[in-house]
């Protein structure tokens, strides 16, 4: 299997706003993006703010890009801001590197991709994100 077909991503964002819904969370935006970093599909809630997509994919595009999801991207900035600053230039300025941004794992280990979620806390947006993911079968690394 390569990638993460439309359908599956369709999955993720349905599940993760389910997931939003059940824990009374703001309005969730949510992103899916192939393991080259090309959106797969978005879809904003209503009542989002519009520039929820660009949170979205810059936690998304960081975890699929640097291989490692939001969370170690935070660790990291912590313990080494002039990295992240560095990876963060490299990347056109794309990266936001704080929780939500998850990626996508088949059962082999393989990177298919990453998801990005932003409206709520960073740790909410992370949890819904995995709800997401994990019901479609594939793995998420939080």
């Known amino acids: 299997m390569a990638g993460i077909s439309l359908s599956r991503a369709r999955t993720i964002i349905r599940r993760a706003f389910e997931a939003g819904k059940e824990m009374g969370l703001q309005p969730l935006s949510v992103i899916v993006l192939d393991e080259g970093g090309n959106v797969q599909a978005f879809e ?15 936690k998304a595009y960081g975890a699929v890009m640097l291989g490692m999801p939001g969370s170690a991207q935070m660790a990291r900035a912590e313990a080494q801001a002039y990295f992240i600053a560095a990876a963060n230039g490299a990347f056109g300025g794309k ?48």
């Open 44 to 58: 904003r809630q209503d009542g989002a703010a519009p520039g929820r997509f660009q949170i979205a994919l810059g």
């Open 95 to 142: 990266l936001i590197p704080v929780p939500g941004g998850v990626l996508v794992k088949d059962a082999k280990g393989r990177t298919l991709g990453a998801v990005g979620v932003t409206g709520d806390s960073s740790d909410n947006d992370a949890a819904v994100a995995k709800a997401g993911i994990e019901a479609t079968g594939l793995t998420a690394v939080v």
